[in-house]
């Protein structure tokens, strides 16, 4: 995922007191293929592009980390399988969702930049998920322990980057600035409201894990149904507070000695008037769910070494049956994505002009 604010993020938690909960939206995925960015029109020249974004985010890491992703650093990679429920067959072509078993490449991280932070630095967690179907195409999704987003736009998560940025003679970002941009932007209340109460939990596996933007089912027919998602688990959530800096990833491997860790895939259905291009906005609670199958989850390999280490989790790799909703976030979300995959694979590579270091990546 392209969203490297956290590096700085982490530190502004660190200082700025209270307001890093609000500005955690490192936890958000923002990044799109070439193509999508240029149908979706802000990346015509002298707008804002990806490599810009990727930029600032940069900028208020405080240091680049090569080889690593440029969000979301710390992470740990998982294996395992999805075995649809066959529910969703009446409204997509999608091989994933027909009865049957489908393997499972994926990915917990933290939000931020450093790949070094304390697991108890934030409390967004992020679940990713590369599903291949037996006619070779994948499904690509990359969910957040969040309902909602922040911002509903490119140019607006950009500008929450820029007010986000530390200040050189204090190391942290402005309050005056970070205040002064919510006050801009209302629609980041509902965020805002979550990410008060947040608490950083002391596991992966007892998160819910939500989409955060729509996607379009498409049936046999060539009728398409706006959705959302959200992975559901089954494992208790604890009032426990982690231990350590790096309890995650421990917990994951003690976790799964003890046998498979399971998620359920809820999938949500808009009704007309439930907004499909605003990921700041909640559906309502009543709206249709189906639970379209199981994840399992059945072991864990460190991000340096794992199969999820090569696997850029670009939100718009979708196979026949899934298309992207007009949400501008999610060709934002490729861009970025792709931006940062070509600076840590490049780096791996030592490509001159890069920079060389650590080779683990996300």
């Known amino acids: 995922m392209g969203s490297n604010w956290s590096g700085s993020l982490h530190r502004m ?14 936890g958000v995925p923002l990044a799109v293929a070439a193509a999508w960015a240029y149908t979706a029109g802000w990346l015509a020249p002298g707008r804002l592009t990806a490599p810009r974004i990727i930029d600032q985010i940069q900028v208020n890491s405080g240091s680049v980390y090569p080889g690593y992703r440029r969000a979301h650093a710390k992470g740990v990679c998982v294996i395992g399988h999805f075995v649809g429920s066959g529910a969703l067959q009446p409204y997509s072509t999608a091989q994933v969702f027909m009865q049957g078993d489908i393997p499972v490449v ?5 939000a931020g930049g450093n790949p070094y932070a304390p697991d108890g630095s934030v409390p967004v967690r ?3 998920l590369r599903l291949t179907q037996p006619n070779g195409q994948q499904w690509r999704t990359g969910m957040n322990s969040m309902p909602v987003n922040a911002v509903a736009t490119p140019q607006a998560f950009f500008e929450q980057l820029q007010a986000q ?3 050189p003679a204090t190391g942290k970002p402005d309050p005056a600035r970070l205040a002064a941009f919510f006050a801009a932007h209302p629609e980041t209340a509902p965020f805002r409201a979550w990410a008060k109460m947040a608490r950083p939990s002391a596991s992966f596996a007892t998160n819910s894990y939500w989409s955060l933007n729509a996607f379009e089912l498409v049936d046999a027919q060539g009728a398409k149904h706006a959705v959302r998602w959200r992975m559901v688990p089954e494992s208790a959530a604890e009032d ?19 046998g ?3 998620w359920h895939l809820r999938v949500t259905f808009a009704e007309p008037g439930d907004p499909t291009a605003d990921a700041t906005k909640a559906w309502p609670a009543d709206r249709r ?3 379209a199958g199981m994840l399992e989850l059945t072991g864990t390999t460190p991000q340096d070494s794992g199969a999820c280490r090569d696997i850029n989790y670009d939100p718009l790799v979708l196979p026949d049956g899934i298309q992207a909703s007009d949400d501008p976030l999610l060709p934002a979300r490729s861009a ?15 490509l001159p002009g890069t920079a060389a270091g650590k080779k683990e990546t996300r």
């Open 165 to 167: 940025q530390p200040d």
């Open 13 to 26: 938690m660190r200082r700025a007191g209270g307001w890093w909960r609000y500005g955690v939206i490192a």
């Open 289 to 291: 769910e189906i639970d």
């Open 260 to 262: 498979p860790l399971r």
């Open 106 to 110: 994926g990915r917990f991280a933290i």
């Open 336 to 350: 970025a994505y792709a931006a940062s995959y070509l600076r840590r694979t490049s780096e791996e590579a030592h």
């Open 126 to 128: 992020s679940m990713a």
């Open 240 to 258: 426990a507070k982690g231990q350590g800096d790096n309890y995650l990833a421990a917990d994951l491997v003690q976790r799964l000695a003890a």
